[in-house]
């Protein structure tokens, strides 16, 4: 058991270049997020999906994609990388448990846009 | 608009030694309060998960409380090891998986 996975761990960018971050979770979990974590703030919902086939934007959406083909795979695209997108992204999923549902987050992507 | 707020920004104790770490929320509707460890180049891993109708839960060394009518959440850790050296993040949980993260505050546990 896995857990949350996240390719690649580092990666450089140039202006403009387009990228698909990758998350898989083998837990079977219908919810799936993307955030990013920038110094000094908390982290920021970018897309998330309650499950196959569907998504829906979060707090920051601008300049990000995001498909659900598959309980187990939601990748996050960057359409044309920028260098306000220099920042970590984290991937993280759960299943509802009772009132309260544990989030289980991936080790991040590290993001540089140069 | 949603916030959560934590104090202190960082805090440096002695391996050993306990300390508290607060936070305070405004999240509407609110469900629940969730307490996170973060450790430097990893992702946040859950302490504590807290509904409206606890007002403690412990987790080992670790122990949250929550006051739903102040809006106040504390952290205590207890007899603090090296391996408690991480961001402690404080996060308000709303309906429909909303989740609205505080900055955290860093410890630093040093022999």
């Known amino acids: 058991n896995a857990g949350v996975t996240q390719t690649p761990k580092f990666q450089v960018l140039k202006t403009g270049q387009s990228m698909t971050l990758q998350c898989a979770q083998d837990?079977?979990?219908?919810?799936m997020s993307w955030y990013r974590q920038d110094p000094g703030m908390g982290l920021r919902l970018i897309h998330y999906s309650v499950g196959a086939g569907i998504t829906d934007q979060g707090e920051v959406p601008n300049g990000y994609n995001v498909s659900r083909s598959t309980t187990e795979d939601f990748p996050l695209r960057l359409l044309s990388a920028a260098p306000s997108q220099t920042s970590v992204y984290f991937c993280?999923?759960?299943?509802?448990?009772?009132?309260?549902?544990?989030?289980?987050f991936g080790p991040g992507t590290r993001l540089t846009v140069l | 608009k949603n916030q959560v707020e934590q104090s202190p920004q960082s805090l440096i104790i002695l391996e050993g030694k306990n300390c508290t770490l607060q936070c305070n929320y405004t999240v509407s509707p609110f469900s629940n309060l969730r307490w996170y460890k973060q450790d430097t180049g990893r992702g946040p891993v859950s302490l504590t998960i807290m509904t409206f109708s606890e007002n403690t839960k412990s987790n080992g060394r670790y122990t949250a409380t929550l006051d739903a009518d102040t809006k106040q959440s504390s952290l205590h850790i207890t007899a603090s090891q090296l391996s408690d050296s991480a961001s402690y993040i404080c996060?308000?949980?709303?309906?429909?998986?909303?989740?609205?993260f505080g900055k955290g505050t860093l410890l630093t546990v040093n022999p």
């Open positions: 993280a999923s759960s299943a509802r448990t009772s009132d309260a549902y544990e989030q289980f």
């Open positions: 837990m079977n979990h219908e919810y």
């Open positions: 996060v308000g949980g709303g309906s429909n998986y909303k989740l609205t």
